[in-house]
Structures are given as C-alpha cells and as structure tokens.
C-alpha cells in the first residue's frame, strides 16, 4: 500500500509499505480522504514545531476517513462498507488523567502522525489503516467521506467551546479565520452564541468565516481601527477564541475581552508578552484548549445531521500521488481553507 | 485632624485636615490602625504604579479599622463605640457589572487611596473617616484594631481563593511569602487544601509562611531545584497562586501545576514572556483576581472568630507622627511583614 | 381604555381603565398582542395557584408586545414608533438577590399580572402600558408583534437550559410539549443538545414539538413502553426538562436520567412523592428553574435573528372583546397551544 | 480465620473462614478495626433496605484498617507491617462512568459487604482480609487503626461535601448529627464554612456535634420553633446536608435554604412528598451523594494529619467475638455514634 512519508523539511515521499496487520478488538479502513493540517504543514515546512521534532520517517497525518473493509475478533457494532470517521487519538485509558476523564492530557496517548513520542506514532495518509474498533465513529452513508474527514478538526473546536463553559446567548470573538477558527465559529454558533465577531488578516477565509456563522467579520490588516469600540466599559466580548496563533491578538483581546471574560487559545499560539497587570485588574481568564476526547463522536455527529455543515471549508482535493503540490497548496493560506488528500 | 498624605515620590506628609462631614446612611469612624499596603508603598517610592500616577495630593490607605464615634440618620445596624473593620471599597451598585454581582469591577467603584480617577479617591490614614455604614464591619471587643485591618488584605486572598473554586483535598503552590501571599496561605488552609508549599526568596517570611499553613517552604535563592520533582508527570499542583509579582514565577508555574491545572495572578503581576504552546499543551487556566467583595465581611469574620490568626504578620506599629519612618520599614521586605501606622 | 380583569374564578372582564401617566425613564406602549400563559389561566379557572390567590381584581398578562407611543423623560435609547417585547418583571436591583446578580429571586419583585403581592401587580392586557424604558426591549421592524410577544415565554425556557449548564452535544429528555416544553425544546436545540426526545400523552403538541426540534416524540399514554430502553446502564439522557407538571413525569425521569444527570423543573410543578434512596444512588440533581432576568433580552434577540421561529406555536388570536373566548380556547391543550389576544 | 456473616435478618454469626489468597497486585492485611455503620445495621435488623435484600449469606464490614502482613507480586509501594486503612470500593476502571472520572457510579462496582450484587460481594469483618494494592491507603504510625477505620465515613461526608462546591464562607446546616452528620460537620469545617448549625432530636450526639465544629446545634425535638428564623428572606443557608433521612428535615429544608440554595441529600434518605413549586420558586437545588472515590484518600490524609481529629465519635470498642452486642449497641442512637469491633 501507499503512505505520504516525511522525512524532512520539504521532503515528503509517497512510499510503498507493507499492509497492516490487525489484532483483537480492532478493524480495517481503506483510507478515501485525508485533511492537512496545521501540524502536518509543520513537519512539511520545518521539520516540526517547538520542542517537537522529527527523528525518524514518519506518515503524516490524523484527519482520516474511509470504508471498514475488514473486522477482526471482538468487534461487535461495525459491518464491513460502513463509512467511518477515524479518531487519530488512542490514549491509555489507566493513567491518572484518563482516570479522571481528560483522556486527552493522557500521559501514556498515541495520537497519529506525531513526533512527540519515540518511535513517532505514524499517521493515517496511507491506503490502509489497521485502528481500533472504537477510534472508527461510524456515519451514515449520505455523508461524504470528505466531510467525515472534518470530524476531528471540528472536535478540536467543539472541544475548545467545551473549555469556555456555556456560550449560550455570549458575544463571541474569533481571531483567525483558518480552518481552526472558522470551525470554532460553526461551533460557537452550535452552541447558542447570540454574536460572533471574526477576524483575520486575509478577506477570502473571512468570507468562509460568514458562511460558517460570524455576523460580523473584521480584516483588521484593512481596518484596523474597527475593533476599538469593542473595548469600551472595560470590553465587551464574553469569550474570545485565539485561533491566529498571534501575540498581538491575544493582547488586543486582553483589552476586547469584558471583565471576567474567557480568553481560549486553540492551536499552538505564540509567545507572548502579557501584562499581567491587566490580566489581574479585568480577571480574566485565559485557558489553554488541547486537542480533544468525546467531542470526536460529537463532531461526527453533528457533521451527520449537519448541524454543521463543513463543506465550505474543502477547497481543494488533491491525489496522494501528488501529495507534495497538495502540502504546497495547503500552504498558501490566501488561496486555500481546507486541502483534502485523495486516496482512493 | 491629621492625615497621611502623599504628594509625590517620597513626599509623605503628615498634614491637618477639616473633620469630615456626615450624611444620612454614614457613620464616623475614629481610625485606631492602618496597615500599609504595597500599593501605599508603590505612591511612596514611585508615584504611582503602571497606568495610575499621582496627578494630586492624596491620603494613602486602605487596611483600615477604627472604632465608630458617632452615627448618622438611616443607621439601624451599627452603635457608639463599636469597633469596626472599614471597606474601602465603594461599588455604585447599579452598573452591569455591580447588577451581575461582580461589584469588584464596578464601573464606577470609589476605592480609599486610589489615584486610578480624578479627582484621587482620599484614603483612610486619618484621624476620623465619615463612611457609609455598610462599610463598616462590627467586629467584636476581643479582636485588636490591628487584627481588624487585616481584613482587607485577607478580603482580597480570600476572594483569590475563590478564584480558584474548591480548595477542599488540593495540592496548593503559593510562590511570594509576602502579606498576600502568607494570608492567601492562610486561605487556602481554610478552604480545606490538602498540602500547601510556599516559595520565597528570603527566609523570614517563609518562616511566617509555615506558622500561617504551609507544609513546606521553599527558598528558590537557596534552593534552586527543590521544586523540580513537582514537574514530574505533568506537573503536581492543583492550584498555584502567583503572589510574587515575578515573570519567572509564572514560567516555573506551567511546570509546576498539573495539567487543567489552575494558575491565578494575585496582586498587580509583572510583564511574563508566555509560552502559549505550553500553556495550549497541558490546558492550564491562568485566572486574573483584584481586590474582594463579600469577601470582605467573610474577611472580618475569620478573624473575629480566630480562624484565620493574623498576629504573626504585624511585625511593626508605628505612630502616625513618623508615617515616614513607617513607610521605610515596610519596604524592606527582609525585616518586615507588616506595619501598621498608629492613630490613637 | 379597556383592559381584561379577573374578578374571580371565571370571571373575567373587558372593563374601561383611565389611561396611565408616565414618570422618568418611562416609555408609554400600545399593546398589540398579549399571549395567554398558564398562570392567566389558572387565576381564569381556578382563581389562584398554591398559595397564591386573588384577593382583588387585577389585570391579567406578561406576554405582551407593541408599539412606542410616547417617551419620558432621561429615555435616551428608544424611538416612538419602534416595536417592543415588554419585560413584565421589575426587580428591586437592591435587595441582596440582586445585588448578586439573581434579579429572578428579587425580594421585593413586581411582576405584571401577579397577585403574590398585595396590592396585586397590574397586568398587560390592555391597551396601554406604561413601563420603565429598561422593560421595552426593542425588536426590528420585520419581527411581528404576536412573535415578540414570545419573548417572555422563550425567555422563562433560555433560563431554564442555563440552570442546567452547557448542552453542547448532550442528551435531553424534555417532558410536556405544552408552550413552555416546545420552546424549551427550541432553546435545547439553540445550545446544541445533540439528541432531544420530546414526550406528551397528545399527538397534536407532540407535532409542534418536531418542528421546533425534536429528534424522536413519545405519546407516552399511546406508547408507554418507549420509554423503557432508556432507562438502560443507570439512564440515558445528561438532562431532563420536566415541563408536564407531573409527579410520574418526575419519578420517570429519576430512572431515564444517567447518573449524576440533571433533572430541571420548569414551570409549577405537581406534589411528587419522591424516593429519594434513587436520587441518592444516581447523585441526580434536581433543579428548580423559575422565571429569568437576562434571558429576557436574550429571547428577544433569538426571536428577532430567528435563531428560533416562534411561529409555529401561535394556534390562534382573538380579539380582546372576545377575550372569555380566547380563555377558553387557551384551556383545550388537545386543540391550542398558544392562543394571543389582539389589542390593535 | 473469623468473619462476622450475616444470614438473616438478627442472625449474625462469627464463623470460621479459610484465609484468602491473593493475586498479583494485592496486599494481604490483618483486620484490626472494623466500624459498624448503618447498611450493617440495616442487613442486621431488616436483612437489607430497599431493593438491596440478603440472598446469601454475607461476611459484613467496609470501614475497615489493619496492618499489612503479606504483599504480592507488582506491589511497590507498600511494605509489611504499615497501617493501612482499606478502601472497600473497587469501580472496574473502564466502564463509561469510570472513565469519565465517576468511579463511585461504575456499573460493574465490587463494594464490600454489599449485597446490590449477586454473588454478594464479602465485606470486610474478618481477620485476614486479601485486596488490592491500590485500596490499601497507608497510614502514619502515629495514627491509630481505630482512627484509620473512619477514613471511610469520612469519605462519604467529604464527598458529600465536595458535591456541594465551595463552602468557604458558606452558612451551613446539617440536620441529623449521627456519625455522618457530624463528619459532614467535620468535612464542612475544613472547607472552611463560615458558620454550620446542626440539629438532631436527641441531645448526646448534639453534643458531640459542637466538638466536631458546629457553631451551634438545635435539638429540633425540644426546641420545634428555634429553626423559624432562619427562614426569613427565603432563607438563610447557602447549603444544607440533609443526613437524618427524614422525609419532614427535607420539607423544612426547602424553607431554610435561601433561594439558589443546595440541599444534598446524604445517606439513603425516606420517601419524600416534595412540593415542586416550592423547589422551583427559590431555584433550589436537591442533590444526591452516594460514597465516595478519591476523597478516601482524602480522608485518611486528613486524618493522619488531624486536620480532622475523629476520635469524640468511636463511643464503644467491642471485641469480635462479641459482634452481636456489639450491633445492638451500635442500634441505639441514644447511647452510641460509632461503634468499631476489634479483631486483633
């Protein structure tokens, strides 16, 4: 079978591998569709990202979909040709954490596609994939299989919606409009937010940004004075979502953000330089979200129903034999929200 | 009457003042003690702190307790020769966020000795104070005036504590063994926290920390790697108070507290250069906390009732004649704790 | 102008009123549609409810919407001629329940058309209607008046889905598809519950509440065995709305709910002989919900968006003189769900 | 070796067992104390309560410590001869309830002594007891195995109290001031409840109950009117523990607890006809406890450092051989809170 290998920054190659061999408990996918993601792009362009670099080959990849071609021993509720959503996500389910139910700070996970650990756990862009019955979320077969690729980004933002408590009826700001923060809008307005604002620098993902549920929606490249009434009477958002990775909007965010309002990082962020003093004055409450658990069933759940409906985000679908132009296109974020690898 | 007052950096005058009028609703205190605060000190020595600077001469202090000497019309609740905790905090109590209960971030809040608005709200380093009398908390005959004006300072641990939700079985860091930090000691004690450490960097105030509740204390001068096994697995600290005002601090607290772990800033905090990707990775909740509310009146409570024994903190009175002398000692950290100024 | 007055049991009369004057801060409104709730009808059927009785005639009504005829003084924000959804609760904003943010449980509450006080509170249905400027909360032009006059109700159900928390993604069970039950399947659905399972022992109510989201409807007096699968590894649903007003309703709930579920009581609510060694054992809680404070301009905004469609529930309006009619309509459950009067 | 078997209701018999043995990960640890509670005296007096009816003979007994005399293969962290308080819960660890962090509600929970299962799971009255490692919770020297044998009624109250959220600076009741009452007391005071009356009708384990931190009790017996005032203003306590498991304490509970209030309901609790209206006017919140998880650590920690000293509640020692008086001394509340069989 196939599988998209990085080895290195820029050196991404499709390679022949042997086929999985699968166990008690688990089940076969042929791979239909894989999403890039941010961290996929990380390890294409930099060879990793903070303290996470890469030492071996590895295949790239955790936004999964496909059809169960196979079941093995002890797997009650799947039928081969069912369509599933995989969970690139398998923590140990014993540790202390998972023990307390944050499955996702598990001390012992193997997620797919990541250099954190040694030997990396290798990722989902590859024709065949042998997974645990209970990472394959089936849904229904009037979903495409790109659609049902969406589920874990989209369980990234419902999981970072979760961290913000009830959004019901709260003025919302998302900062970044690529495919994390337009997701986080879909999710916001899913759980009852009555305004969201949006930013970005770029006006093409803003536009996805309005289909996906902003009511207003800010270049502040263009315009960047727009946001200052927002800061008035000590701010006037209930939450905010940094989604841009950027120092500036989580500082700008200290001042938008109300008294006692949230401040949810999704996605790595960066280093920032924060007052303090400010932080300590408002009360603000700035949480860190990371990754996700049950919200991957809810994702796909909601994807199933279309309570969200992530087709826009998909602007491009590229084979695997051409993965390369396809990590290429992913990176030019004026032109692309969401580029999904072919496989079959 | 006399009065403290601070006209400059280092210009602390002891002046006369008119005796202050009274209306309806107001009682007048004869003010016995007055602890000086970090605030005080920072007009003191600099003028004024980040974004508030003296623009006008102004009486300094907020930890204030008296005895009352005369009562106005509209007062049921209060007698002649009560002793009396003073809250120098004056919320308007119809703004929104007075409305939704959180008249620490009154939009319009009269706080004793604070140049944050203009004209300077007075503070209660005086002879005789007209305040109203919902700010004046009975305390009983066998409290000191000198416990008494420590409720303000314990108010605005206690309400960092309630930051923080439920204590009861935590593991606690509190890294700055100042007053702040020995009373948010204190509170986290009587919030049922299972294990508390303290951090300094001088050894006398760490002593007081272990009289005031901590289980172990640390001198991170002397021993700069006593608090490494606590990074271990995440980290192993339920809840961390930041009451240093130090940017390395907060750094060794993302190390330091677990994951979904909870960091909140007390006191005023400095500029931190923060990692997000750590923050994001173990999900931490870095939690803002200023000034109290009902903390206050829970505040005298504790300490009419013993508990909470604030005693050993008051390691200097000083009469209000040599307010200067007062205002040296405080600020040296290696000999004092806490100075209160003497009225009567 | 007219007005309807219940004298007593019913004995309800379209009577002259002299016209109201208006103070500061007030707007005067010309009643346009006024929604018929369960409380009217209970002072209609049976002169009172519980302990609340009417001790003298009093006009009926809280569901009230119409249109800005006149402005007082200090009214900065409102126009004449502008559409409202009048807020029929006035809490004290100074008792110590507001002061914490919890205007619902005001102890010194006015709420129109009420006779928990003496003398009663004067209701809206009537043609005029002076009120503080604060109550009129406006609504666009393209929003009729008879869905603005859903605004009370809607909001009696936001706050109902608050006092259980976040719904993002969960199960709920919502019992009673009378008005209250509808709309709170429509606020369930706007905070994102994933699944909701509607119940009534009438189909016709149980067809409205498809269309305002349910997932699955139960006629439990034609089915009552439906229920049962739920009922499975200690319950099924995070979260049970009991809007029939029945004891069985809730005994039924202790079992369907999951362990640690939440079970809200919206609306009056039955004498229920309780086990409570069940609601021990499953640590179920067990939540009063009464009235709303903020949900009131929440649901105003949510009707005007038509983030919900109000709609469908209006069965019919009759005209004031009419309004014994429109009573006893309101009365047949099996024939109306919600009946409005028309003013205009 | 002995053990305490229960047949029938009054047949309780002290028969001779074969030692346990043990598997890999368990500790074997000599019986030295062993508490009797209140599902003992239920199985002893009625053969059960509920649903929860003897079908077998049953060795009885969950609070239970002694010391290790033999450990296992792949136990680390235990040596012989250490003090242990054993924890007589075993969740499975992987049911949906376990892993969302809610062991005491797992579906497949082994408790000793209890007979919810079939085969009934044996408790722990006997001399040599074989468990694993993980619920041998060590104990210091200096603590003695009859303060150890409390960790786990502590537990219940700790839990129950943690149920509750935050009590710092809460107002408290606790009504019934059996061994859970006052440990709730005992529980309510570490998380630092401000003021907590406790009432019961008799008067020697009031008095007990102001040794373990009730600021005041009330014999409700004697002085029927002395809880009226607390009634005022919709109520005065922010929280009460019901703990007599009288259908009448919940009843006043409604009345006593302030609007938003919460009432956990400890202990198996009666059969309650619970007016809604009243439950939905003041948005109260009923809530149940049921044992406990990680606060047994909790308590045996707070027990070891005499956080909580439990020692006023053990009223008679009673030798094992004489288990049957022991039982009816333990029936008499009038004379006896806690009575302990002593094994060794």
């Not at 081969?80 to 996500?89: D, I, L, Y």
């Not at 756990?121 to 659609?147: I, K, N, W």
Request: with cysteine; proline share 5%; glycine share 10%.
């Amino acid at each position: 079978m196939r599988a998209a290998v990085i080895h290195g920054p820029h050196d991404l190659r499709v390679e022949q591998r042997d086929e999985p061999t699968m166990g008690s408990g688990q089940v076969k996918v042929r791979v239909a569709a894989g999403g890039i993601c941010g961290s996929d792009l990380h390890y294409y362009l930099h060879g990793g990202f903070g303290a996470v670099r890469l030492k071996e080959p590895m295949i790239l990849g955790h936004e999964i979909a496909g059809t169960v071609v196979e079941i093995g021993t002890n797997v009650p509720d799947v039928q081969v040709g069912q369509k599933v959503a995989v969970n690139p996500s398998l923590p140990c389910g014993t540790c202390r954490y998972c023990q307390q139910g944050l499955q996702n700070q598990c001390l012992d996970m193997r997620f797919y596609g990541s250099a954190m650990r040694m030997p990396h756990v290798q990722g989902g862009f590859c024709d065949l994939l042998a997974c645990e019955a209970t990472q394959a979320v089936v849904v229904p077969d009037h979903v495409s299989l790109h659609e049902a690729a969406f589920a874990e980004p989209l369980a990234v933002c419902l999981h970072a919606v979760r961290r913000a408590g009830s959004l019901l009826g709260a003025r919302v700001l998302v900062a970044g409009a690529g495919p994390i923060g337009v997701l986080t809008i879909a999710a916001a307005r899913l759980a009852g937010a009555a305004e969201i604002v949006a930013t970005d620098i770029l006006d093409p993902p803003l536009a996805i940004a309005r289909t996906m549920g902003a009511d207003r929606t800010i270049n502040v490249a263009s315009e960047p004075d727009a946001l200052s009434p927002y800061k008035a009477h000590k701010g006037s958002f209930d939450v905010m979502f940094e989604a841009a990775g950027g120092a500036s909007t989580v500082l700008a965010g200290l001042e938008l953000v109300r008294a006692r309002g949230i401040l949810v990082q999704v996605g790595q962020g960066a280093e920032v330089s924060l007052p303090m003093s400010l932080l300590v004055a408002k009360e603000i409450d700035l949480r860190g979200s990371f990754r996700f658990h049950k919200e991957f069933a809810m994702a796909a759940a909601a994807i199933a129903k279309r309570q969200i409906d992530v087709r826009p985000l998909l602007t491009d679908v590229v084979g695997l034999d051409q993965a390369g132009r396809a990590f290429e296109l992913a990176a030019d974020k004026s032109r692309s929200m969401k580029v999904h690898l072919q496989f079959t």
